[in-house]
């Protein structure tokens, strides 16, 4: 099976501008959760998404907003770029519904905002 | 609420030496926890994880950990590390749905 894929893995961004990033989840799987990681504050979740519905969100402005479509592939947009938005944008996708179940995350997008 | 701590950022080590990455987490519930590894610009990827039964766990690449309840701990052990294992570690615990807290990640460097 094909992994989690994320595009596009860079992205340059001038303040101010909106960005959406893509995420395509492992085959059958329909969990799709996206986590903000930087240097100061570390991995941080931004929000979940099953069967297209937002089921949890983190504790992020709401120039981040998500979605999920019925092939369970996601989209994350921030608008009005802040340089503190300069992150990598980790996805990752769970198998089921079920509460315990690992995630298996992707390579990431690394967006800079200059 | 969970929370995760990992007591140490950084932990340098020689290659073939034993190696304890230590976690720490506090939550009110019942506790799934997880390691993971994030090599240079890569994901982060599944060493091992908790969910209940054994408390020794074992992983993938020659890692395992111990869940301690009383202790509220979950570190992680390699008898001998190689070169290779240097990356950055993160402990997490299951915090609903499919969502995880993560620690602050530590560092293992390995030189020879």
């Known amino acids: 099976k094909a992994g989690v894929t994320q595009t596009p893995r860079y992205l340059i961004k001038t303040r101010g501008q909106q960005v959406t990033l893509s995420c395509s989840p492992i085959?059958?799987?329909?969990?799709v959760s996206w986590y903000q990681q930087t240097p100061g504050q570390g991995l941080q979740f931004l929000f979940e998404y099953f069967s297209e519905t937002q089921r949890n969100k983190g504790n992020f402005p709401g120039r981040f907003s998500g979605r999920q479509f019925s092939n369970s592939r996601s989209e994350m947009n921030v608008s009005t770029l802040e340089l503190g938005d300069s992150a990598l944008y980790l996805c990752?996708?769970?198998?089921?519904?079920?509460?315990?179940?690992?995630?298996?995350f992707g390579p990431g997008t690394r967006l800079t905002v200059t | 609420a969970q929370s995760v701590t990992q007591l140490d950022s950084q932990v340098p080590v020689f290659e073939e030496a034993p190696v304890e990455l230590r976690c720490n987490y506090s939550s009110s519930v019942s506790v799934y926890l997880f390691w993971y590894v994030q090599y240079p610009n890569q994901g982060l990827q599944l060493l091992l994880k908790?969910?209940?039964?054994?408390?020794l766990v074992k992983g993938i690449n020659g890692f395992e950990a111990e869940f301690n309840k009383s202790q509220t701990s979950f570190h992680l052990r390699k008898p001998s590390v190689h070169i290779s294992d240097t990356a950055e570690y993160f402990c997490?615990?299951?915090?609903?749905?499919?969502?995880?807290?993560f620690g602050k990640g530590t560092m293992l460097l390995v030189s020879p």
């Open positions: 908790y969910l209940s039964g054994s408390t």
């Open positions: 990752a996708s769970s198998p089921s519904p079920g509460d315990t179940y690992e995630q298996y």
């Open positions: 085959s059958g799987h329909r969990s």
């Open positions: 997490a615990v299951n915090s609903g749905y499919s969502t995880l807290t």
